[in-house]
């Protein structure tokens, strides 16, 4: 009998971390995320009004998505560029797949609008109707309405010779009419702009409650327009054109750069055109002719275009049970001010670090105050801010005149190239700049994205530095929809990191490294990395280790791989996204040990977290930046780490809640499904009504014990 030997195994090669298998697509990976607010519109569990607030989201930001990133990707195509992307798909292929998607989520829209909401509304008497619905005295008043108030505004543009096509602005709603003179038998096309940007987009009728779209009463009202005309046919449409820009690294002014493209983006290429369901051939004939675009990228709707406009039916007063229960920030217990007194917020700081959690914690009463304090602080010399995004209303940047107007050194970093705020920080950068603010406008090739006041104070012999960074921008708006962390402390390193971080930006210097802080270009992503490797090492000595992260994207390649080794080292890695995620989780031998969630819900989901749990060796940041290419090689981003014990549990317990949310929360499987989680038998847990509560409980705890002291 002859002995038979087994072949010895071969080895089972390492899996290829490049491998584009590996990777979600960036852009269906945002439509998942829209589907994801488009769901919160579809459940009848969530209040009426609030269904219709995000059914505006979801609509403002598909516009933007096309403007922006569909926009990127037509100009790939045009330029023949056909290089596949982070996981495999070209740009024509990406295009394809969104428009189908965009196509079936347009019919969803539409029927949670005209099905489900339009109907449960008028049980609550707000209705949206027809011009045929309304009785013939209303529609009297309605008629005169649009002879006094509309048709002034008015301006038809009729195609033919010597009358070329008319321009049409982006994101604009318009008529397109077919006319004939009953005299020549002469067919005509014409257009008329729908004015909502100067009008009601929702006209209202008899009780106020009751609503006629603008467009639908001039659409009733063309024969005024067209005196002797035949009208024959009409339809609405809506533009949106490439809206992106890109500013030279070369640029000697940016800020006569950034105006130059400003106005040049009112004529960008067209990427997308709406129509109502049902427009004739002929109509739509000369409007893809005359904008070029081709059929895949007309986009047909049954009923309603532009549904962000629905804002002004949200914003209606009263109706408190179609929304959900109102929500006032608290005053963050360490500021609690003593009977009749603003917080003291510097000699808080002074005490010790504050870790501020909006739209929990009031924007008023910490960050507002805090600026407000230092202006008024005789002994503050300097105040130093990064502006990105802020509200016309904000108190801050008028802070930093008053400032300067009292002799203080006042600098404030306004980024002239926030994509859609570009006027609006011109406008305050040239206000300020005229109060006698020092104004730096940033590089030409980088992003200020950083969101830190310094403020430098004069204390015995020497000065301190007082600080805050944030997640999130400096808007009193946002700071009650957005959910961001803010750190106000004292730390003399962080302090100097900053420092060093502004005289780079205002001043002509390359730090060699920062003492304490992750800043991007230079050193953010390489820091994270470095922290992900720290702690697979731990994990191979036997050591506790896990990583935790809070974040609105996750893109970076290189980031991703070191996430994929930590997983393949056997350490535990949970990842709240928001938004965008291209790690593909629980891949066999690459991910398994790897977890993706998404919460959204009430408050737009914008703090950055990114924790790295290694023991008595543990590291937690907060700051500006996601895991994206953009924020880690275009952007001076600004991570900073938390020390102190009682603030890392903080955020170390605002994790647990998200993790443990089973209402708002959805798990990312391998095979890219976003599935909703729900109790189902368990207690229901929303991370976001926890906080609320949490935060008032402590807020009303402080000032019981204010009172008896």
């Known amino acids: 009998m002859t002995d038979v030997t087994s072949p010895p195994e071969t080895p089972t090669a390492a899996p290829d971390l490049t491998d584009p298998g590996l990777y979600f697509n960036r852009e269906t990976s945002w439509m998942e995320f829209n589907d994801r607010v488009l769901q919160l519109a579809e459940d009848p569990e969530t209040p009426l009004l609030e269904r219709l607030k995000f059914l505006a989201i979801v609509s403002s930001n598909l516009d933007e998505f096309f403007m922006v990133r569909v926009a990127g990707l037509h100009d790939q195509i045009d330029a023949g560029i056909e290089k596949p992307l982070q996981d495999g798909r070209t740009p024509s292929q990406t295009l394809d797949a969104l428009r189908k998607v965009v196509r079936e989520h347009i019919v969803r829209q539409s029927h949670c609008l005209h099905k489900e909401l339009r109907p449960a509304l008028a049980e609550h008497g707000i209705r949206i109707v027809g011009y045929d619905e309304v009785e013939g005295r209303q529609q009297r008043d ?3 309405r649009f002879r006094r108030q509309i048709f002034p505004v008015l301006t038809p543009l009729a195609v033919g010779l010597g009358r ?15 006319v004939r003179d009953p005299i020549s038998e002469i067919e005509t096309f014409a257009r008329v702009k729908v004015p909502k940007e100067m009008l009601p987009r929702f006209v209202p009728v008899g009780d106020g409650r009751t609503f006629v779209t603008l467009e639908e009463l001039i659409a009733e009202n063309l024969d005024v327009l067209f005196p002797g005309m035949e009208i024959l046919d009409h339809a609405v449409f809506r533009v949106t054109r490439d809206a992106d820009f890109t500013v030279s690294d070369e640029a000697d002014d940016l800020l006569q750069a950034v105006e130059e493209e400003l106005r040049a983006r009112r004529f960008g290429e067209t990427v997308r055109v709406e129509v109502s369901a049902g427009m004739s051939p002929a109509i739509r004939e000369q409007i893809t002719r005359a904008l070029e675009v081709e059929p895949e990228d007309v986009f047909e ?23 959900d229960p109102p929500w006032s920030p608290v005053t963050q217990p360490l500021l609690q001010p003593d009977e009749e007194e603003q917080p ?10 504050i870790l501020l959690h909006h739209p929990y914690d009031s924007f008023v009463t910490s960050v507002e105050r805090f600026v407000e304090q230092a202006v008024n602080d005789p002994e503050v010399l300097a105040i130093k801010q990064t502006v990105y995004r802020t509200s016309d209303d904000s108190p801050l940047v008028p802070a930093l005149i008053r400032a300067a107007e009292r002799g203080k050194q006042a600098v404030c970093l306004v980024e002239v190239k926030a994509r859609f705020d570009e006027r609006a ?10 109060a006698g603010v020092h104004v730096v406008y940033g590089l030409p090739s980088l992003k200020t994205h950083a969101k830190c006041i310094l403020v430098v104070r004069r204390e015995g012999d020497g000065v301190r530095h007082y600080l805050h960074v944030g997640t999130g921008n400096y808007n009193a708006k946002t700071a009650r929809l957005y959910t961001d962390f803010g750190l106000l402390t004292c730390d003399e390193q962080l302090g100097n990191d900053v420092a060093d971080m502004f005289n780079f930006l205002t001043g002509f210097a390359r730090p060699r490294g920062y003492r304490k802080v992750l800043v991007a270009p230079a050193h ?37 791989r070191a996430l994929y080794r930590a997983s393949q080292a056997g350490v535990e890695v949970e990842i709240n996204v928001r938004g965008i995620c291209c790690l593909k989780p629980g891949v066999p031998g690459v991910s398994e040990n790897i977890r993706v969630v998404s919460v959204v819900g009430r ?3 914008h703090s950055r977290i990114y924790a790295f749990e290694r023991g008595d060796d543990s590291t937690i940041y907060i700051g500006s930046a996601d895991l994206m290419p953009r924020n880690l090689d275009t952007r001076v981003e600004l991570l900073t780490p938390i020390r102190d014990e009682t603030l890392r549990s903080e955020l170390v317990d605002t994790l647990d809640r998200c993790f443990a949310d089973n209402t708002n929360l959805w798990d990312l499987g391998t095979d890219g499904e976003w599935t909703r989680r729900h109790p189902e038998g368990d207690e229901p847990r929303n991370v976001q009504k926890e906080l609320m509560a949490a935060h008032s409980s402590a807020a009303a705890e402080a000032r019981a014990q204010a009172s008896q002291d």
């Open 142 to 144: 309605l008629d005169e």
């Open 603 to 605: 408050f737009l989901e």
């Open 425 to 434: 920080n011109i406008t305050w950068g040239r206000a300020l700049e005229e």
């Open 344 to 353: 003291d917020v510097l000699g808080a700081m002074r005490k010790r670090d």
């Open 524 to 560: 953010l992503r390489q820091g994270v990395i470095e922290e992900i490797d720290r702690t697979i090492k731990r994990h191979s000595e036997g050591k506790p280790a896990r990583i935790r992260m809070k974040m609105n994207s996750l893109v970076d390649k290189e980031c991703i």
């Open 301 to 323: 709707t049954d009923g309603l275009l532009d549904l962000k406009d629905l804002w002004s039916i949200v914003g209606l007063s009263g109706y408190s049970e179609l929304r």
């Open 164 to 178: 070329p096509f008319p321009y049409i602005s982006n994101l604009s709603v318009s008529l397109g009419v077919m």
